[in-house]
């Protein structure tokens, strides 16, 4: 049973271009949770999805990023212009349902904006 | 929103000794307190979690804590081995209507030394 699957693992960006980070869900898991980890600190809550639904962005900065969880395919973080501050780890987990509180992560994708 | 504060947030302890991690949280009608370990490079993994209705918790050599009434919860690593070497997360979990995102804590580094 694979678990949650993020790509890339590795995304180096210069500032102003695009980043799309993707996760894929444990099978059976219909809710995703994106978290970012800034070096030596915790991870902070960004964004909340079920499938073709946001729940909760209110940890997503209102400017540069977007979610989405399609019907079909993975997740995908997307942010644009990046700047240097930009630079961490993004991880997203998944859970089994809203009643479901075990959140699960994936190995998280490292973001360095040149 | 919901504050974890976690410590310490370095620990050394020989191998066979035992390690506890304390985490308090701010908000009282959080519910839900997972923990997670992260080793380098990887994401985190959902070692215990226990939920408000429940004062303690085991699972072979890890066993979780809670005090609602002081609002704080300890992860205690009993016969540590070097294996165990990590960052530690605790977590707290705050519901809300259709939400159940995590809010954690900044981490311990526990080197077990052999």
């Known amino acids: 049973n694979a678990g949650v699957m993020q790509n890339p693992r590795h995304l180096v960006r210069r500032r102003g271009q695009e980043a799309r980070l993707r996760c894929s869900p444990m099978?059976?898991?219909?809710?995703v949770y994106w978290y970012r980890q800034l070096p030596e600190e915790g991870l902070k809550f960004m964004v909340y999805?079920?499938?073709?639904?946001?729940?909760?962005e209110s940890g997503m900065p209102k400017e540069r990023f977007s979610a989405e969880f399609p019907k079909e395919g993975p997740s995908i973080l997307r942010i644009q212009q990046v700047v240097r501050g930009d630079s961490a780890a993004y991880f997203c987990?998944?859970?089994?349902?809203?009643?479901?509180?075990?959140?699960?992560f994936g190995p998280g994708t490292r973001l360095t904006v040149t | 929103g919901e504050n974890v504060e976690q410590h310490p947030s370095t620990l050394s302890v020989q191998e066979g000794d035992s390690a506890v991690i304390k985490c308090t949280y701010s908000?009282?009608?959080?519910?839900?307190f997972p923990w997670y370990k992260q080793e380098l490079g990887k994401g985190p993994q959902l070692i215990i979690d226990?939920?408000?209705?429940?004062g303690e918790k085991k699972d072979q050599r890890i066993a979780v804590t809670l005090n609602k009434t002081a609002k704080h919860f300890s992860l205690h690593i009993t016969e540590t081995q070097p294996e165990d070497s990590a960052v530690y997360f605790c977590?707290?979990?705050?519901?809300?209507?259709?939400?159940?995102?995590?809010?954690f804590g900044t981490g311990t580094r526990l080197t077990v030394i052999p």
């Open positions: 977590a707290a979990s705050t519901p809300r209507t259709g939400a159940n995102n995590l809010f």
């Open positions: 226990i939920r408000s209705n429940v």
């Open positions: 908000d009282s009608a959080s519910n839900y």
């Open positions: 987990a998944s859970s089994l349902g809203q009643a479901s509180y075990e959140q699960y």
């Open positions: 999805l079920q499938k073709e639904n946001i729940i909760d």
């Open positions: 099978k059976g898991h219909s809710h």
